[in-house]
């Protein structure tokens, strides 16, 4: 046996591996003589996910983060790929093999304030999954994540309209977290909260992933929250991958053109900096009709004939994996240096192209 | 959640008073229940008996009354108010039976639709505007005398209208539900689906079909007795209120109360019903609040 196999086999397979995952949403009805319109939300997505480490997963709306998640946690089955759990493959939704899994992936969704049902206490409502998978000693449980959650013993018989928008989200997590789960995917969960209250779940999770263990998966708009959370990031443009790299690395030395927009457009509390702040051209274009080649290169100032014609790869550069075809050149313009400052004469930047 | 602890207390501890014509309302509706029960108990005379030299009693006020008959007696000689409570009691108990069948059976089909979706749902849909569509009081005619009016063809007729409304209601309201993040919540949780239906979306959807119970059960009240009044609906020796409204109407000139006394009761328990319904839609439609 070669040394590389013996490798393979003491080497445990990481909790969460998503390979070339794909996922479609039809966006019209099928015709008599043709299928029925469909995009890909996530279009080839591959990456892993370590026990104990925080994904951060960032991008504008509609570029398939909150369809990643939901692959990921196996809310949805891939059309194409495969998410592994623990080096299985994710059993199909709905399956007794999936219910069973529930218990050690959980996911918290967007809008908190309807994920509680408004007719039930937050006792009944954390005991929930615990009575589901048939787990022993539900009430010791619930109350032990209550705590957990840090959340009042005197709001535990209360109703979800009694309490504020950071209490649903204590509750939503204790009860996400009450079957013990390895992994946690959050779906956008601080955004709706104000920024006090962010920071309270912020530094909640953080203390739950230093007690417990977890694994989190964070998806969101918010480059200062994931800055926070997140041991590494992926930046998601119409479906795809174009960067993921440890946080420190990303936000010191972001190789893509888009990378380096997006963090050049978060908005910076000093006035110094001001003028280092750009907005990226264009808009994003739909994802039913999505550009050829890197999607990036409409509005990419950096964008070559090559760009057009040929999807970049993720491939490695230095810590971090990159799909852009010039990244990495020597000499290459920073984006936010192009775009600040005077305008070079550019090119049209909103051609879009239909596929 | 914009709601804080202190706006939502005192708008929960506000009980609104009930007002005079819905208490009422509720005081003869525990009245026909409690007929409804023991009938047979509160009978002062056998409801078959008759007494052909006592025929056509007037009842209390009336000049010639017969004070072991309060309300008269009818043209055999029967005494009208152990027939009243009787046929009160077959009559609600009737509609209360006719009432939970649609009920029962049409929120089971609007979660069945619900829940299947495809051709499931394509056909209940177009079962529910079939029967919708249809004059059921006519169809209900001809099947009586058709098969005949046996008591179980009777009830499942009863049962079978209005099912279509229960229907209707259940399959939008749990598409609607099902959407909610916390039926998305459980689901994700790994719950089965009658986990969801049974402990969510039913409880969340429960307001508007008691709505629909109480505009229901007085139509299955008339659905009854206007069956039974054209004959066709509970024959001799039982008897109904619409059967006593029936037989009534052929003495209306020289014994006015043989007719007046049921079609009272008929009136007064749909009108009843009515005003609690529309009382508890008030109270249970979240729409309307605010």
Known sequence: MSQAAVDALMLPPPLLAAEGVRLGYATGRRGWFRPAPRFLAVDGVSLTLSRGETLGIVGESGCGKSSLARLLVGLAAPEAGVVRFEGTAMPAPDSAAWRALRTRLQMVFQDTGAALDPRLTVRTQVREPLLIHRQPDPEARCDEVLAQVRLGAHLWDRFPRELSGGQVQRVVIARALAPRPDLLVLDEPVSALDVSIQAQIVNLLHDL??????????????????????????????????????????????????????????????????????????????????????????????????????????????????????????????????????????????????? | MTDLPLAANPAKSRTPRMPALVMASAIWLSLMIWVMLAAQLLMPWDFEATDLLGRMKPPFPLAGYDPAHPLGTDQLGRDLLSRLLVATQTSIA?????????????????????????????????????????????????????????????????????????????????????????????????????????????????????????????????????????????????????????????????????????GGVIFLSTLAMSMLGDHLRNRLDPSLED
């Open chain 2, 94 to 262: 009737l509609a209360l039976l006719g009432t939970v069948l649609g009920a029962v059976l049409g929120t089971a089909a609007g979660f069945l639709a619900a829940h299947r979706g495809g051709w499931v749902d394509e056909a209940i849909s177009a079962l529910i505007d079939f029967q919708a569509a249809m004059p059921w009081f006519i169809v209900a005619m001809a099947v009586l005398a058709f098969l005949g009016n046996a008591m179980w063809v009777f009830l499942l007729l009863m049962g079978l209208y209005g099912w279509e409304r229960y229907a209707r209601i259940t399959r939008g309201l749990v598409l609607t539900a099902r959407e909610q993040g916390y039926a998305r919540a459980v689901h994700a949780l790994g719950a089965p689906p009658r986990w969801i239906y049974a402990r969510h979306i039913l409880p969340n959807i429960l307001g508007p079909l008691i709505v629909q119970v109480t505009i229901n059960f007085p139509e299955t009240i008339l659905f009854e007795t206007s069956l039974s009044f054209i004959g066709l609906g509970i024959r001799p020796p039982l008897t109904s209120l619409g059967q006593l409204l029936g037989d009534g109407r052929d003495y209306m000139i020289n014994a006015w109360w043989l007719a007046v006394m049921p």
């Open chain 1, 209 to 355: 992933q230093r007690d417990l263990g977890l694994a989190y998966v964070f998806v969101s708009h918010d480059l200062g929250v994931v800055r926070h959370v997140a041991h590494r990031v992926a930046v998601m443009y119409l479906g795809r991958i174009v960067e993921l790299a440890p946080k420190a690395e990303l936000f010191a030395r972001p190789r893509h053109p888009y990378t380096q927009a997006l963090l050049a457009s978060v908005p910076v509390a000093d006035p110094a900096r001001r003028g280092a702040r750009v907005a990226i051209p264009g808009d994003p274009p739909s994802p039913q009709h999505p550009p050829s080649g890197c999607r990036f290169h409409p509005r990419c100032p950096l964008a070559v004939p090559r760009c057009a014609a040929e999807a970049p790869a993720l491939r490695a550069l230095g810590a971090t994996d990159v799909a852009c075809h010039r990244a990495g050149e020597p000499g290459l313009p920073s984006l936010a240096a192009m775009l600040s400052g005077p305008r070079p004469a550019m090119a049209p930047m909103s051609v879009r192209e239909p596929a």
